[in-house]
């Protein structure tokens, strides 16, 4: 049923760190209408990515920041409901940056692609086959570049980039070592994502267990986090090391920029490399690594967990229950019923 009112999640005032509830707003407004060259775009589900926070931060990374008074940016699925725009006609699911929004009109460059019928859940677009199985798959392969036999340690193991990368790992004849928080995400490490090994940062005697998932020490490490986990990680690197930067989960504030232990001595020492990492970086390969992806999905090499929240209501709490560890999977908002 097409709704008269458009509930919009709109950032109120700029966060210091991890953005909370209230530095977000719900307002009303018209359904909006395409003009030419346009479609309307009825969102059925919403992502929540730990890069939120770097875009609603009030210093520009590799993405302007969301103004204040803005829609929340966000990827999302959608159903087209009206078009303007050759190539696109209504029923049609696709998927873009639509933001945080019951409806968004965005411009036919503005739909990153169509979704045909598919039987994998139309959510995978968001998750697997979305942003945060590309990241895995393109910065595992092309930085971490794993050979087999090696040692990959994988920080937010249990998460949506990092259980990915821990099967991919295992694809390619690693050994895999998940770092994950609590005993439930160790678990699920082991149980549903099949890491050789899991440890729980937040139990005593992390770095004995680290030593002991690797005592050949750790030829690449998938860095998630940054932080007290990465410092350890980083003192235990082989020879020949490869470190990928994907992520800085466990610094809240890189303003002031923290003080901590010099990796320098380690990098020299072990000849190792670190290097930082953007998908974007990589869009005129998607197509390449969602054909993988795909087929590794469907031949049960990758499994993968969804942590659904129903209801736009719960947008402006959700990045901070992300960074808090409280979702199981990728985290998705569902507002409206479409195609499973």
Known sequence: MTRTVNRQVLLRSRPTGIPQAEHFEIVESPVPQP????????????????????????????????PIGAVMRSLAIGRVEASRAPGFAPGDIVTGLFGWQDYAVVP???????????????????????????????????????????????STAAGSVGS???????????????????????????????????????????????????????????????GAISDAVLRRLAVGARVVICGTAAVAS??????????ERH???????????????FVKRFGEARRELEGWVRAGQIRYREDFLDGLEHAPGAIAGLYRGENLGKRLIRIAPGPD
Request: proline share 7%; net charge negative; hydrophobic share 45%.
């Open 35 to 66: 003009g030419d060259g346009q479609v309307l775009v009825r969102n059925l589900v919403l992502s929540v990515e730990p890069a939120m926070r770097g875009w609603v931060n009030a210093v520009a990374n590799y993405s302007d920041p969301v």
């Open 164 to 226: 990915c990368v821990g099967q991919i790992a295992r694809i390619k004849g690693c050994r895999a070592v998940g770092i994950a928080g609590g005993p439930v995400k160790q678990r699920q490490c082991l149980e549903d994502f099949g890491y050789d090994a899991a440890i729980d940062y937040k139990a005593e005697g992390f770095e004995a267990a680290l030593d002991a998932a690797c005592p050949r020490g750790i030829d690449v490490y998938f860095d998630n986090t940054s």
């Open 108 to 154: 036919a460059r503005g739909i990153e692609r169509s979704l045909p019928p598919s039987d994998l859940p139309v959510t995978t677009a968001l998750g697997v086959l979305g942003l945060n199985g590309l990241s895995a798959y393109f910065a595992l392969l092309d930085i971490g570049q794993p050979r087999p036999g090696d040692t990959v340690v994988v």
């Open 267 to 281: 990098l020299l020492v072990r000849r190792a490399r670190m290097q930082g990492f953007l998908v974007f970086d």
């Open 254 to 263: 890189w303003d002031p920029i923290p003080l901590g232990p010099r990796v």
